[in-house]
């Protein structure tokens, strides 16, 4: 069993940072893969990065290639999203999600998912 739990959202202007973060408790944490989701209103849940339980590798949406990066500490079992320059469209709720598979949580199968944070992107 994997808990998750998501902090770091907020509100933030266009063209802004955050930096998320997500805790994980429970057996055999440092070897799950993790990523990030978000779901805005009246829209389906998407993907946005996940990294493999070394951290030696990282996959992420295009919509925020070059501006998200995806990072782990398995020392303190928390995996990062830092976002920089955001955008109104970037608003949603992320969701941390965790699988000892790499390729289910990219396709958003994950075993684990914590219960999201808040980010509002303001104009």
């Known amino acids: 069993q994997v808990q998750l739990v998501e902090s770091g959202g907020g509100l933030v202007q266009a063209g802004g940072s955050l930096r998320l973060s997500c805790a994980a408790s429970?057996?055999?944490?440092?070897?799950?893969?993790m990523g990030w989701f978000r779901q805005a209103p009246g829209k389906e849940r998407e993907f946005v990065a996940a990294i493999t339980w070394t951290g030696g590798g990282t996959y992420y949406a295009d919509s925020v290639k070059g501006r998200f990066t995806i990072s782990r500490d398995n020392a303190k079992n928390t995996v990062y999203l830092q976002m920089n320059s955001l955008k109104p469209d970037d608003t949603a709720v992320y969701y941390c999600?965790?699988?000892?598979?790499?390729?289910?949580?990219?396709?958003?199968?994950?075993?684990?998912w914590g219960q999201g944070t808040q980010v509002t992107v303001s104009s």
């Open positions: 429970g057996r055999t944490v440092s070897s799950v893969a």
């Open positions: 999600a965790a699988d000892m598979n790499f390729s289910a949580v990219v396709r958003g199968m994950s075993e684990y």
